[in-house]
């Protein structure tokens, strides 16, 4: 079963004459494992489309199933449980508490659902090891760099091991270096942990460690690429399309 399933979404934004259509009848599907990433120009509803798949609005018309469920069949209560049960989030700008650790910080989703704080810590600990920070555990977010600070927030949304991570542009407010360990290590954590990723990036060096990328174009889905594992190529066939959009 598709871990994700769109069927014509819409979504409109204001009434009558200053009514805009960010989404238009968007159909897809997002399956177990795989690493689909969303490109498209500014303003053409990419950040719409994970809102909605992430339960943080709803839909004007069609649906989006996560995991079997229909959000919008789900009350205010119920929506925020599956996203803090179902949904992980990593931001551009990380959204770390300062005061926090990184421990405390990965920890923290799950103490919020009601798990007691020595075994969040270790389930933490055990994401935060596998993004490669077991050097880092007692370290504030002012003392880790910009890559290190990303994977805090990482591990903070993979260790509720939910069904879907959505990431908007994760690597935007890092330089190019870090850009591709984060984009590597997210290809990792799909290959090795088969975590179902649905990424928005600007970036075609980034989205060519994708799967398949869609683009979207005025709020419909234009195009479609499935990547043959080669970055540095597929990167260069993700610019001549974007180019053409």
Same mark, same amino acid.
Request: aromatic letters at 4%; proline letters at 4%; glycine letters at 8%.
């Given at each position: 079963?598709?871990?994700?399933?769109?069927? #014509? +979404?819409?979504?409109? /934004?204001?009434?009558?004459?200053?009514?805009?259509?960010? %989404? $238009?009848?968007? &159909?897809?599907?997002?399956?177990?494992?795989?690493?689909?990433?969303?490109?498209?120009?500014?303003?053409?509803? #990419? &950040?719409?489309?994970?809102?909605?798949?992430?339960?943080? *609005?709803?839909?004007? &018309?069609?649906?989006?199933?996560?995991?079997?469920?229909? +959000?919008?069949?789900?009350?205010? @209560?119920?929506?925020?449980?599956? $996203?803090?049960? #179902?949904?992980?989030?990593?931001?551009?700008?990380? @959204?770390?508490?300062?005061? +926090?650790?990184?421990?405390?910080?990965?920890?923290?989703?799950?103490?919020?659902?009601?798990?007691?704080?020595?075994?969040?810590?270790?389930?933490?600990?055990?994401?935060?090891? $596998?993004?490669?920070?077991? *050097?880092?555990?007692?370290?504030?977010?002012?003392? +880790? &760099?910009?890559?290190?600070?990303?994977?805090?927030?990482?591990?903070?949304? %993979?260790?509720?091991?939910?069904?879907?991570?959505?990431? *908007?542009?994760?690597?935007? @407010?890092?330089?190019?270096?870090?850009?591709?360990?984060?984009? @590597? %290590?997210?290809?990792?954590?799909?290959?090795?942990?088969?975590?179902?990723? %649905?990424?928005?990036?600007?970036?075609?060096?980034?989205?060519? /460690?994708?799967?398949?990328?869609?683009?979207?174009? *005025?709020?419909?889905?234009?195009?479609?690429?499935?990547?043959?594992?080669?970055?540095?190529?597929?990167?260069?066939?993700?610019?001549? $399309?974007?180019?053409?959009?």
């Amino acid at each position: 079963m598709s871990i994700v399933m769109i069927d #014509k +979404l819409t979504k409109i /934004y204001g009434h009558g004459e200053t009514a805009i259509t960010a %989404l $238009r009848e968007i &159909s897809l599907h997002i399956e177990p494992g795989e690493l689909v990433a969303v490109m498209g120009p500014s303003g053409c509803g #990419k &950040s719409t489309l994970l809102h909605l798949i992430g339960g943080l *609005d709803r839909p004007t &018309s069609g649906r989006v199933l996560l995991d079997g469920q229909d +959000l919008a069949a789900l009350d205010d @209560n119920h929506l925020t449980e599956i $996203r803090r049960r #179902k949904v992980g989030f990593v931001f551009q700008f990380f @959204n770390l508490i300062p005061v +926090l650790t990184a421990l405390e910080n990965a920890a923290l989703p799950l103490m919020l659902d009601g798990i007691k704080p020595a075994e969040a810590k270790q389930r933490a600990q055990e994401w935060l090891e $596998r993004v490669g920070l077991v *050097d880092r555990l007692e370290h504030r977010p002012d003392q +880790l &760099s910009g890559g290190q600070q990303q994977r805090v927030a990482m591990a903070r949304a %993979l260790s509720t091991e939910p069904a879907l991570i959505l990431a *908007d542009e994760p690597t935007g @407010n890092l330089d190019s270096r870090a850009g591709d360990e984060i984009a @590597n %290590l997210l290809r990792q954590i799909s290959d090795q942990w088969e975590q179902t990723i %649905l990424m928005v990036t600007h970036d075609p060096r980034i989205a060519a /460690y994708a799967d398949r990328i869609v683009f979207l174009k *005025d709020g419909t889905i234009v195009d479609e690429a499935h990547l043959s594992g080669d970055v540095s190529r597929s990167t260069a066939g993700v610019m001549e $399309r974007m180019e053409g959009l």
